[in-house]
């Protein structure tokens, strides 16, 4: 199963769906937050694809959750937006937060810095801010070896 995974799109579109379009072969779309409505605009141009999203600290007004967990392909996923668990002054209390939840991907944006580790068993992913010409996002494939993990710019 192949997840793209964005964030912080911050209403750019234009980079949301040329993600989309390049990595088509992604069954699974998992936003963390910023980007609502381009979120609903990926659910109306791509009704196939299975969409996840929580809220940002960017989504004013919204109803979305601030936190998910996922399964799928036998993997939990949780993904945050971050800005609750203070990321943006460093990674150990969502880390914490993650393992006590037992998963084995945790996902989240907010910082805007693309990061990629798997540390004792935890694969943490930022797939940095999609927004603008320094764009970027995540890929997960997670097949029958194991789980594979990348970050991609758009340019």
Not at 51 to 57: A, E, F, I, L, P
Not at 87 to 102: F, L, N, P, Q, T
């Amino acid at each position: 199963m192949k997840i793209l995974v964005m964030s912080d799109s911050h209403g750019d579109y234009r980079n949301v769906k040329t993600a989309v379009l390049v990595q088509s072969k992604a069954e699974v779309i998992i936003h963390c937050g910023d980007g609502e409505e381009q979120v609903e605009m990926i659910r109306h141009d791509f009704p196939e694809k299975a969409v996840y999203s929580v809220r940002g600290n960017c989504d004013w007004g919204s109803s979305l959750p601030t936190e998910e967990i996922l399964n799928l392909e036998g993997k939990r996923i949780m993904f945050t937006h971050g800005h609750l668990y203070q990321v943006k002054w460093g990674y150990d209390e969502i880390k914490r937060s993650a393992r006590e939840k037992g998963v084995d991907i945790l996902l989240f944006g907010h910082t805007h810095i693309p990061y990629n580790v798997y540390e004792d068993g935890l694969y943490v992913m930022n797939p940095g801010s999609i927004h603008g010409y320094m764009g970027s996002y995540g890929i997960i494939d997670i097949v029958d070896k194991g789980i594979i993990t990348n970050i991609v710019r758009l340019r």
